[in-house]
């Protein structure tokens, strides 16, 4: 208003590639990825998960492939889910902690093969589950806490006795971060360390990756609205967090991803600690569609996304297009 001339022009700095690349504030590199993979048993399998073109599930000896490209691509690490044959599905879901299960056989072999490639578990009973659900129910149907971290606790020993480096507890029940903690110590697993999905929203996105371990059936109608957080909620995020922190968690999750990118910026404004943002399955699968329709340039969605996270705040992404975005990057 006082100038007679405009003092104040943004698009001064956004002229040229060379000042528009010194004032970028946010970069995206391999370091911030993390790689969900579906593991199948048997031996030469690879099945297509049909709700996540491009996304396969693969039996051991063919993840080990794949995991030698992630290596290759400077993917830090992976996040392992199991399918599990409805033979092994259960009330107990006592087939979570067995020591020769799939899980602790995958990881076993993910670390002798690659000592450097972080391994990430999966720790929650849903694809032990008759039901689909997350943890032990009662009569009624009902998720029980205590009852589940018992079986959640054994689950996540096995797992890092196998050698798993991170344990990931997915599940939403109250206290089993402190259960974990308290177990790992106890058995000199000092090292393993702890992801905690603390703001796990009861999600419609993760449909696709009920399809791709086989979940989806058995939990049928089934909800899980009465462990996983409610959609509208923002300052329970914060609340689940800090009892994760205080319980013993070294990493903290949100998730889904690009929904919910609000409750990532106020987790890393509140805590600063490391914090990761899951792109999930449905988020996966709207690019792709949109992508494989000419609708959308995919490369560059995808970048645009994943750059989002960092602006919010997330020190790393678990995403199924991690190796072609690690791709993209080189
Ligand atoms: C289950 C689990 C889910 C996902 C990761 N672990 C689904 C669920 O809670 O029903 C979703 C991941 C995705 O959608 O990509 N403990």
Known sequence: MSHQ???IRPRRMRKDDFSRRLMRENVLTVDDLIYPVFVLEGEGKVEDVKSMPGVQRQSLDVLLNTAA??????????????????????????EAYNPQGLVPRTVRALKQAFPALGVITDVALDPYTTHGQDGLIDDTGYVLND??????????????EAGADVVAPSDMMDGRIGAIRDALEEHRYIYTRILAYSAKYASAFYGPFRDAVGSAGNLGK????NYQMDPANTDEALKEVALDLEEGADMVMVKPGMPYLDIVRRVKDEFGVPTYAYHV????????????NGWLDEKACVLEAMLGFKRAGADGVLTYYAMDIARWLK
Do not use: R, W
């Open 222 to 225: 089934g909800n899980k609205y």
């Open 5 to 7: 001339f405009l003092a």
């Open 69 to 94: 490209e992630c290596v290759k691509l400077g993917i830090p690490a992976l996040a392992l889910f199991p399918v599990v044959p409805q033979t092994y599905k259960s009330l107990d879901a006592k």
């Open 281 to 292: 399955s449905g988020e996966y699968a709207m690019l792709k569609a949109a992508a494989q």
């Open 147 to 160: 009852e589940t971290v018992e079986v959640l606790v054994k689950q996540a020993l096995c797992h890092a």
